[in-house]
T-cell receptor, first 113, second 113 residues
């Protein structure tokens, strides 16, 4: 059974640009959550999508957005990139919700120059 | 609101030493408790879990007991190996609520040969 797949693994962008990250959950999983991981702040919850609807949201500015498709694949978008957005972005999936044990991908490492 | 507090790292031990990583939580009701592990360059993996008071979760030689009286879920291992070097996250969630998992900040563990 394939795990959670995140693409790309690495990205380098410059300030002001925008970026889209992709996450394919484990087959059958309907909930996809996104996290930002940095050395200073640790693991921070961005949002969760379930059946194409955003169900939970963390405390991030509106520049961070996401969506989920009918096949449960999810994308996360960050607009007007700032230096502080440099981080490892992790996606996790579960059968029914972000309160269930999460299955994580290996992340996308985003570096802002 | 709910929260998880872990001991600050890094924790450095010699191979075959006894390991304890402290975790305490603040939560209403009866949450489920988890330990996740993140190896270098990878996402998080569920290590073990406990869903009610006095339950003991165990996996790969690691153990943690759900102590409601002390609101704790300390991670222990009797004899660590170099391959246990990783970041360990304590987490909680409520099965009956549509809320996200709450993660601690993580504890980095270094095992010296």
């Amino acid at each position: 059974k394939a795990g959670v797949t995140q693409t790309p693994r690495y990205l380098i962008k410059t300030r002001g640009q925008q970026v889209t990250l992709s996450c394919s959950p484990i087959s059958g999983h309907r909930s996809v959550s996104w996290y930002q991981q940095t050395p200073g702040q640790g693991l921070q919850f961005l949002f969760e999508y379930f059946s194409e609807t955003q169900r939970n949201k963390g405390n991030f500015p509106g520049r961070f957005s996401g969506r989920q498709f009918s096949n449960s694949r999810s994308e996360m978008n960050v607009s007007t990139l700032e230096l502080g957005d440099s981080a490892l972005y992790l996606c996790a999936s579960s059968l029914t919700g972000s309160n269930q044990p999460q299955h994580f991908g290996d992340g996308t490492r985003l570096s802002i120059l | 609101g709910d929260s998880v507090t872990q001991m600050e790292g890094p924790v450095t031990l010699s191979e075959e030493a006894f390991l304890t990583i402290n975790c305490t939580y603040t939560a209403t009701g009866y949450p489920s408790l988890f330990w996740y592990v993140q190896y270098p360059g990878e996402g998080l993996q569920l290590l073990l879990k406990a869903t009610k008071a006095d339950d003991k979760g165990s996996n790969k030689g690691f153990e943690a007991t759900y102590r409601k009286e002390t609101t704790s879920f300390h991670l222990e291992k009797g004899s660590v190996q170099v391959s246990d070097s990783a970041v360990y996250f304590c987490a909680l969630s409520h099965r009956n609520r549509d809320d996200k998992i709450i993660f601690g900040k993580g504890t980095r563990l270094h095992i010296l040969p």
